[in-house]
C-alpha cells in the first residue's frame, strides 16, 4: 500500500541546481514507488527577475554577481555537467541567462492543463542541454506542444499576459516564507530540503518524512 505525498518544488530554469534537484527527486520516488504515490506541484521563483530581455552573457553574470573568476566558472560548470550526469541529466554549452518569466506563466498553465511536470522538465532541458533561449516565445509555445499541450493556447497565455498576477502572488508567498535560494522542495507542506541533493538524501528524507507520518 502506497502513501501519498505532497510535494511543493520551487525553481527558476534558469538554476542548473534545480535541473539536477528535479532529477535527483524523480529518481528517488522511482526507488520508492511502491510505497509512495507522490504529487509534484512546481511554484515559481525568478533568480534574476530584472534581467532584460536580451539576456547577459554567462560569464559576465556569474562574475558579476558571485564575483567568480573565468577559472572558477570553468571549475564550476564542470561540477554541475557531472552531478548532472549522475542523474541522467545532461548539460549543453549556455552561453546566456535570460528573463524567465514568461516561462512561469507557461508553468501555471500547464499546471491547470495537468502537464507541469513535464514542461518544467523539457524547460530546463531545452534550457541547460540546448542553450536555448526561455524568454524567447517560439522557444516556449515549440516545448509546450513537445509535452503534449496545445501550442494555440500556449501562444495565447504568452501574448495574453496571462497569469502574471498569480506567478507575482506566488512569488510573494514564497519570499514570505523565508526562501532565498533554490531548489527548495517542500514535503507535505512541513519538511523542507534545500539544493540539488543526491538521490540517497532525497531517498532517506521521503522515507523519514512516510514514516513521521504513518
Not at 528517488?28 to 534581467?51: G, K, T, Y
Not at 540546448?130 to 504568452?158: C, H, I, M, Y
Amino acid at each position: 500500500m502506497t502513501q501519498a505525498l505532497h510535494i511543493d518544488f520551487i525553481s527558476d530554469i534558469a538554476c542548473p541546481w534545480c535541473a539536477i534537484g528535479l532529477s535527483s527527486l524523480q529518481l528517488a520516488l522511482s526507488r520508492l514507488s511502491d510505497v509512495v504515490d507522490a504529487e509534484i506541484v512546481v511554484h515559481p521563483f525568478e533568480l534574476n527577475p530584472q534581467m532584460p530581455p536580451e539576456g547577459e552573457a554567462i560569464a559576465e553574470y556569474l562574475g558579476r554577481k558571485y564575483g567568480r573568476t573565468p577559472e572558477q566558472i570553468a571549475e564550476t560548470q564542470h561540477a554541475i555537467r557531472a552531478r548532472g550526469a549522475s542523474v541522467g541529466f545532461e548539460f549543453g554549452p549556455r552561453t546566456h541567462v535570460y528573463n524567465t518569466f514568461d516561462a512561469h506563466r507557461l508553468l501555471h498553465w500547464a499546471g491547470i492543463e495537468g502537464k507541469q511536470v513535464p514542461l518544467k522538465l523539457a524547460l530546463l532541458r531545452a534550457y541547460h542541454g540546448e542553450g536555448k533561449d526561455p524568454s524567447n516565445r517560439e522557444v516556449l509555445v515549440e516545448t509546450a506542444r513537445s509535452v503534449g499541450l496545445d501550442a494555440a493556447q500556449a501562444q495565447a497565455v504568452l501574448e495574453s499576459g496571462a497569469y502574471a498576477d498569480e506567478v507575482r502572488e506566488r512569488e510573494s508567498q514564497i519570499q514570505a516564507m523565508g526562501i532565498q535560494s533554490v531548489p527548495a522542495i517542500i514535503f507535505n507542506q512541513r519538511h523542507l530540503v534545500s539544493g540539488g541533493q543526491p538521490v540517497e538524501a532525497f531517498e532517506q528524507a521521503i522515507r523519514q518524512i512516510l514514516a513521521e507520518a504513518h
